[in-house]
Each structure stands twice: as C-alpha cells, then as structure tokens.
C-alpha cells in the first residue's frame, strides 16, 4: 500500500490519540476511589449484618428479662401475701412458724431471681451500646462512601472531558486522511493489542521498542517516501521521518 508522506504523520499523531485514550480508560478504571469504594462498602455491609444480629440478639434477651422480670413479680406476690398472713396474726404458732420459713426461703430465691435479672440488665445494656457503637460505624462509612462518590465522578469527568477532546481531535485529524490507510491502520491496531502504527527512531521501531537490522533499515532508506513501511515484529506501520 502506498500513502502520502502527510498521511502518514498524521497517522502517527492519531496513534497518539489512541495511546492517551488508553491511558486515560485505564486510569478511570483503575481510580483509587474505586478500590477504596469496593473496601469501605464491605466494611458498611459487615457493620450492617453485625448490627442486625445484635438486633435480633437483644430482642431475644429482652424475651429473657421479661421471663426474669415475671418470675421475680410472682416471688414478690407470694412473699406479699405471707407477710400479710404473718402481720395478721390469725394462724396457728405452727402456721406461723411455716410462713416465716417460706417467707425466707422466698428471700432467698428472690434474691438470686433478682442478680439473674441484673446479669440480664446488663447484658441489654451492653447489646444497646454494641448497636450504638455500630450504628455510628455505619454512619461513618456512609460519609465515607458519599464523599469517595463524589471524588470518583469528579475524577471521572475530567477523564472524560480529556477523552472528548482527544476524540474530537483525532476525528478531525482523520478526516484529511485516506480511508484506505485508515482501514489499514485500524486493522492493525485491533489485532496488535491497539497499537496500528509508530515511528522509526534511530533505528528502532516505537511500537515493539526493538531494534531494526542494518539490511532491513537500507532497504526501508530506499523505498518511495509514500511506500507504506511494516515493522517485521510487530506488523505495526512504520512511519519513516515523524
């Protein structure tokens, strides 16, 4: 294939375009934010499910406090109602005697009721300030995630603006070129992991970084300044005098 000398820098510059739209897609995909998004965001949803048990933990604690609570209030009746016997003075010496040993033996009981009770008090409380402590972690990371949020699209819309410009640009640089050379360059570049086209620098191709044989460099030096030139390792064009 032939193609103006002209034609043939431009398609260095449009390979430039394609480079910095690569960069610049790699760069947005691999934002900082992204990972620091994709981090945070298991850090909420694990606050989140660590809450919901603790939730659903207290919940059934407070089942076990009102069970407590209940059999403490039947102790209390039980040991009410002896003392009112005990104050009434209308039972036997032996009735008597009766009622103030259960009246103790309720004591005790209630006693023991009442710690188990307070262990479970305890234990609410400690469950509440979990939740608290969690619910504050979650809020946290939720700051986190709106303010990672807005620094990733704002970094995300410079990218694209850049992006834009190089497409308009290279659009505009295309349009003077022949379509032919285009379809070649565009071929190329789809199956040469998106490199169609690079100079010849001191004796090396830009595309491959490699090093071109003396024979091969003068029988390039000897073609037409319009011979379309192709590099022997990487098949990219080799664009002479860019």
Do not use: W
């Amino acid at each position: 294939m032939k193609a103006s000398p002209s034609d043939q820098r431009q398609i260095i510059d449009v390979a430039a375009f394609d480079q910095k739209t690569t960069a610049l897609n790699h760069t947005a995909s691999t934002l900082p934010e992204i990972a620091e998004l994709v981090t945070t965001t298991t850090k909420s949803h694990n606050a989140r499910d660590l809450r919901i048990g603790a939730e659903t933990e207290l919940n059934d604690v407070k089942r076990e406090l009102l069970r407590a609570e209940a059999d403490v209030e039947q102790i209390v009746t039980r040991i009410t109602r002896d003392e009112a016997r005990l104050s009434g003075g209308s039972a036997s010496p032996k009735e008597l005697e009766q009622l103030q040993h259960e009246v103790g033996t309720l004591n005790a009981r209630r006693a023991e009721l009442e710690e188990v009770e307070l262990e479970i008090m305890m234990r609410v409380d400690e469950i509440k300030a979990r939740i608290t402590d969690l619910q504050n972690q979650e809020a946290d990371f939720t700051a986190q995630i709106n303010d990672l949020n807005i620094r990733k699209e704002n970094a995300l819309a410079k990218i694209n603006g850049e992006l834009e410009s190089i497409a308009k640009e290279r659009s505009e640089t295309l349009a003077s070129v022949s379509g032919e050379f285009v379809a070649l360059y565009e071929k190329i570049r789809a199956s040469n992991n998106g490199t169609g086209a690079a100079a010849l620098v001191a004796g090396a191709c830009t595309g491959c970084h490699l090093s071109i044989n003396t024979v091969e460099l003068k029988r390039i030096a000897e073609l037409a300044d319009d011979e379309v030139v192709r590099c022997e390792e990487c098949r990219c064009i080799l664009v002479r005098g860019a």
